[in-house]
């Protein structure tokens, strides 16, 4: 039924302007708005990612977005730089490091969690 159709994906905030200022302002990805609030991420390789308003938003207890990159470290420094704060995570016997970075060591992609200004998870991890 699906097979031919284009999709896209959403999620809540609490405060599109602290969004838009973290998302354009902080991330560097482009955006755009329309009449209704909505805005629009406007991801490289033209994926699109609508951010919504809801007044009552609950964060995600989960991650609701992953940018994948080349290098996992510098990604990271660079977003420390911007002053984003990694989550620390201890799954048993996958843990992150200090810098927020869990190592996949042959078990999957190195990745590292933070969170929007709203309390979403994103990622950073290793591009396959």
Do not use: C
């Amino acid at each position: 039924m699906f097979k031919n159709t284009k999709a896209f994906s959403g999620f809540s905030v609490n405060d599109m302007q602290k969004a838009k200022e973290f998302y354009n302002g902080t991330l560097g990805i482009d955006v755009s708005e329309n009449d209704m609030g909505i805005m629009t991420l406007l991801i490289s390789g033209g994926t699109k990612v609508v951010v919504y308003p809801k007044p009552n938003h609950e964060p995600a207890t989960f991650t609701i977005l992953n940018f994948a990159v080349a290098d996992v470290d510098k990604a990271v420094d660079e977003l420390i730089k911007a002053g984003i704060k990694f989550e620390q995570y201890d799954f048993g016997d996958f843990k992150t490091d200090e810098k927020g970075i869990m190592r996949g060591n042959g078990h999957g992609p190195d990745i590292a969690w933070f969170k929007d200004p709203a309390g979403n998870i994103l990622s950073v991890l290793k591009e396959i």
